[in-house]
């Protein structure tokens, strides 16, 4: 039941990527973090009302922490998604896994010292070559979107997956500890509010649009319902086949976000984009794997 959970959110994810493009015409990413976090905040106060769930928590510094993080990857993947098309921002922001793996390179090979007590980790020569081609697939993935002079907004989407990854590892955490998924969506949501408040004061407020401005309303129900289904899915995944077969199927939200990228916006995406975004989401399966097996009590990120 879990690995639909996931599906279901990765479709909604890619749902709400479709009306973030839509109100990106309109409004400017710290906007759009503004009104998610605030429509978010007043769905799951209910939703936790009728649940009978209190919103108190014995771990506020990791709620902060998720949502200092979440928010930087939320800002990052919005501007993207209003500047490159919807199927590349999607991909990059899904970047996640390849990051953690490099950074458990990095880690390990700085942290190894070449004796033989101590041996080369097994399985940093499959992850630097997974690691590798990741990036490989970026680069092919952009290489459109540079002939368009696109170069900085598919640097945002790397850095969107990036700090993306931070954040699904705190929210897993937390699930461990019990807290409810609702919770933990809620003060996410308050963080987006807050952190896009703080940001619009420097970046200004877009002129109200009228009748587009609806495309708000989606955006903060799809993002809240999308977090609970993910959250939901990894809280149930109790064995780390079970959260290894969910963080594999987030990938499901790139092949939704394609089809709406083609379908809806009739975006061109040549045959070396889709090869590169094959290789991305290879390379994040192939990530997710050889993590699970190199540390299986380790839990695996989320989307």
Sequence with gaps: ??????????????????????????????????????????????????????????YPGMHAWRSLVGVASLGAWFYAIGKLPLATAMTLNYMSSVWIAAFLVGGAL????????????????????????GFVGVVLMLRPSLDQNQAFAGLVG??????????????????????????????????????????????????????????????????????LCMTRA????KTSRGTLVVANLQYSGIVFAA???????????????WLGMVLIVGSGIVATVLRARAAPDTPAEEH
């Design 259 to 273: 089809i709406y990228s083609v379908v809806l916006f009739n975006d061109q995406i040549p045959p070396i984009g």
């Design 110 to 133: 700085m942290a190894w010292r070449p004796t033989a007590a101590t041996p080369r980790p097994a399985f940093q020569g499959s992850l630097v070559l997974t690691v590798l081609t």
């Design 158 to 227: 790397l850095l969107s997956g990036m700090t993306a990854a931070f954040a699904y590892m705190q929210v897993v955490a937390l699930s461990r500890l019990g807290e409810p998924e609702s919770r933990t969506v809620f003060y996410f949501a308050v963080g987006s509010a807050v952190a896009g408040g703080v940001a619009m004061v420097f970046t200004g407020t877009s002129a109200w649009p009228g009748w587009p401005a609806l495309w708000l309303l989606p955006i903060g129900v799809l993002a809240a319902a999308g977090q």
């Design 1 to 58: 039941m879990q690995a639909l959970w996931m599906v279901l959110a990765a479709f909604i994810f890619a749902s709400m990527g479709v009306c973030v493009k839509m109100a990106s015409a309109h409004f400017n990413a710290a906007e759009l973090v503004f009104y998610r976090g605030l429509i978010g905040i007043a769905i799951l106060w209910m939703l936790a009302r009728s649940q009978q769930i209190t919103l108190a928590t014995r």
């Design 234 to 237: 990894y809280s149930r995944a």
